[in-house]
């Protein structure tokens, strides 16, 4: 479901830039890795990295093919939350929102994340530049052939871009978000994107056990019992996903 322009009017649409957070918050750190569209086949073969937000910035600026994913900006600084319409996201979480995170994403034109699912809701919005994205609901987890690596997390290395073999029978949705426009996506829903432009978005997360038991009480037994990480070792992250995704990958360079 997209909503069409619902946050025009809220302050981060006319505010946030890639400027902006590069001036208020130049020390923060930014955790890179490789999840794009393009790496689905080998994700492991590149390590990750940490820069400062500035230098992450001025090396987008210059045509960097990075993407900064999962960024706590949002819950590191409270304050940026006041350029949201936090009443209106609890209103359209049917204020049932609990353990909310919030993670901001932000990258250049053609930078991309493969596909994957996980357990939170989330309304993601669009503040800056264009996305593309390409949606599945679980019923299509078969078609996806997702990876078996117990992660606390499911990734496929199927592509809505170009769908090859039995994925060309899987129902799905693409979409693309302009600035202003919020897309809620459901637990366990297949997805993954692309930035036609330098994008900034923010994805407001949360866990609903009565929509994840909806959707899919398999995946969610298979994420209660994960082990890379386990659900228990991912929280001692503060929330922090880029930094659960880090770990993902240090753990299968090591078993490489």
């Known amino acids: 479901m997209v909503l069409k322009n619902a946050a025009s009017s809220w302050p981060l649409y006319k505010k946030w830039s890639p400027d902006f957070f590069a001036e208020q918050y130049s020390e923060d750190p930014v955790i890179l890795f490789d ?41 590191q600084h409270p304050e940026l939350l006041k350029d949201f319409d936090v009443d209106w996201l609890m209103s359209a979480a049917n204020n ?24 939170g809701s989330n309304l993601f919005v669009q503040v800056h530049g264009r996305k593309q994205w390409w949606i599945y609901s679980n019923k299509n987890s078969p078609l996806l052939e997702p990876l078996v690596d117990r ?34 996506n459901p637990p366990f829903f297949w997805h993954q994107a692309r930035n036609i432009d330098t994008t900034i978005g ?8 009565a929509s994840i038991l909806k959707v ?12 890379n990480p386990s659900v228990r070792e991912a929280k001692t992250l503060e929330g922090n996903f880029a930094k659960v995704y880090a770990n993902l990958l240090k753990v299968q360079n090591e078993d490489k």
């Open 151 to 184: 992660s606390v997390f499911f990734r496929s290395q199927a592509s809505g871009e170009k769908p090859t073999g039995n994925f060309k029978k899987a129902d799905g949705w693409t979409v693309i978000l302009e600035p202003g426009d919020v897309l809620y």
């Open 35 to 75: 999840g794009a569209i393009e790496s689905r086949e080998s994700p492991k073969e590149k390590d990750t990295k940490t820069v400062s937000l500035s230098d992450f910035v001025e090396a987008m600026k210059n045509g960097g093919k990075d993407y900064a994913r999962f960024l706590p900006l949002l819950d």
């Open 216 to 227: 899919s009480p398999a995946q969610l037994l298979m994420t209660l019992t994960a082990s």
């Open 96 to 119: 049932g929102a609990k353990e909310v995170k919030h993670q901001l994403f932000m990258g250049g034109a053609g930078t991309s994340t493969s596909m994957h699912c996980a357990i």
């Open 202 to 209: 923010v994805g407001f997360r949360w866990f609903s056990l």
